[in-house]
Nanobody
Framework: QLQASGGGLVQAGGSLRLSCAAS????????MGWFRQAPGKEREFVSA????????GHAPSVKGRFTISRDNAKNTVYLQMNSLKPEDMAVYYC????????????????WGQGTQVTVSS
């Protein structure tokens, strides 16, 4: 089970940190990803991190502004979002998968409930 939190309203240029807490004892074996979905758009990849934390990936649109991290002792993955833009406004979802690296939403088996990020211009 995944529980995302940390969304909210922020002005353009501001920052937010999202958290996603996972239940279970094998958190470190999962690739954790963040995805987002804006109204009328498809769900898109934002960031992902391997179980060990050694491998990360970010969408080009957020590279240099967003940072993914994880604390396996706390079963939690984070998404630090800086320099937020109005186009970052969406519902953000955390997701988990086992096995090989992937960035497509359909590859992820487990999903949290989503947290709304609103960016005012």
């Amino acid at each position: 089970q995944l529980q995302a939190s940390g969304g909210g309203l922020v002005q353009a240029g501001g920052s937010l940190r999202l958290s996603c807490a996972a239940s279970g004892r094998t958190f470190s074996s999962y690739i954790m990803g963040w995805f987002r979905q804006a109204p009328g758009k498809e769900r898109e990849f934002v960031s992902a991190m391997s179980g060990s934390g050694r491998l990360t990936g970010h969408a080009p649109s957020v590279k240099g502004r967003f940072t993914i991290s994880r604390d396996n002792a706390k079963n939690t993955v984070y998404l630090q979002m800086n320099s937020l833009k109005p186009e970052d406004m969406a519902v953000y979802y955390c997701a988990a998968k086992e096995g090989s690296w992937a960035t497509t939403p359909s590859s992820y088996a487990y999903w949290g409930q989503g947290t709304q990020v609103t960016v005012s211009s």
